[in-house]
């Protein structure tokens, strides 16, 4: 947890003037067995106490990684994409499957300066299917679905979705020149790139960290050599989003420049406020939230 300066990770400047969950998400590529050394300086010089993984089909490289960054719990199964790292303490975690081989990872942590017995931070770690076209998107809508389902009528209102999504948000702006001949042919003969899941996400009451904190900035995720398209996100609750301080993609010059070769794709690193420490105003907010949240699941009502 951050109390003490922020490392400069080249992306996020100044330190929370409250103390933080350093919550990273990161897409490692095809397990990461051969830069698994790489991907452990970019974390180390990260600095979080979250992380959660996608593409991280092997969990011995996400073993190895646990003792290798300091976070020694780490929750990861074989052939599933999505992995957890944490230096907190795990109250629950849960796999919830949106269709087969794509599932969700649902944690729920405590902070160390909480004071409550209750989990105060709840983690949905997500890996959607890829392709930027109609026929991707209308995957993904498919996997969306089931995850909403599964995770109950109050994770609008409680649960950090966090992952690469594979979607792109509406408003933003991909640069598709420097995309390969193929996908442009593609995307003009099968619709365009779409906007649909994030939309819905949106409608159900998840905020957009990255845009919420940078209205004008495209926040473009990969590639490392030129980054052109954002498909990495930290999703926050309504009932949460004031605890939300930062959300930027690490710059790809960050870790003395390991993060251009550690990954396709960047580091999104976001900072959340310990609930013991926000302001009242703030925590008045988010409780108030909160509370509407459960009674609105109790009649039956959608947010």
Request: charged share 20%; with cysteine; proline share 6%.
């Amino acid at each position: 947890m951050s109390g003490a300066p922020a490392r400069d990770t080249g992306s996020v400047e100044r330190t929370p003037a409250v103390p933080t969950i350093r919550l990273v998400s990161y897409n490692i590529r095809f397990g990461g067995a051969s830069r698994r050394s790489a991907i452990a300086d970019v974390l180390g010089a990260l600095d979080a106490d979250v992380v959660v993984l996608q593409e991280a089909t092997d969990a011995a490289v996400v073993s190895w990684l646990s003792g290798a960054v300091g976070l020694p719990h780490a929750i990861a199964e074989r052939g599933r994409s999505v992995a957890l790292l944490t230096r907190l303490d795990v109250a629950t975690s849960a796999w919830h499957v949106a269709r087969p081989g794509r599932a969700a990872l649902d944690v729920r942590l405590r902070t160390r300066q909480s004071d409550r017995e209750d989990p105060d931070l709840r983690v949905v770690g997500m890996h959607l299917s890829a392709g930027l076209s109609r026929r991707g998107e209308r995957l993904r809508q498919v996997e969306v679905a089931g995850l909403l389902a599964a995770l109950g009528p109050t994770a609008a209102h409680d649960a950090w979705l966090v992952g690469d999504l594979n979607s792109v948000a509406p408003g933003d702006g991909p640069r598709t020149r420097g995309m390969p001949i193929w996908l442009r042919i593609l995307l003009r003969v099968d619709g365009g790139i779409r906007t649909d899941v994030l939309a819905r996400l949106a409608a159900h009451g998840w905020v957009d960290g990255f845009r919420r904190l940078h209205a004008d900035e495209p926040g473009y995720t990969l590639p490392p050599a030129d980054p052109s398209v954002r498909l990495d996100y930290v999703l926050a609750p309504s009932g949460e989003v004031g605890r939300l301080v930062a959300c930027s993609p690490v710059e790809p010059s960050a870790a003395g420049g390991r993060v251009r070769v550690a990954s396709d794709h960047l580091p999104l690193l976001a900072e959340i406020a310990i609930l013991g420490s926000m302001p009242a105003s703030a925590r008045g907010s988010a409780t108030e939230a909160r509370t509407a949240a459960t009674t609105a699941a109790g009649t039956g009502a959608v947010a």
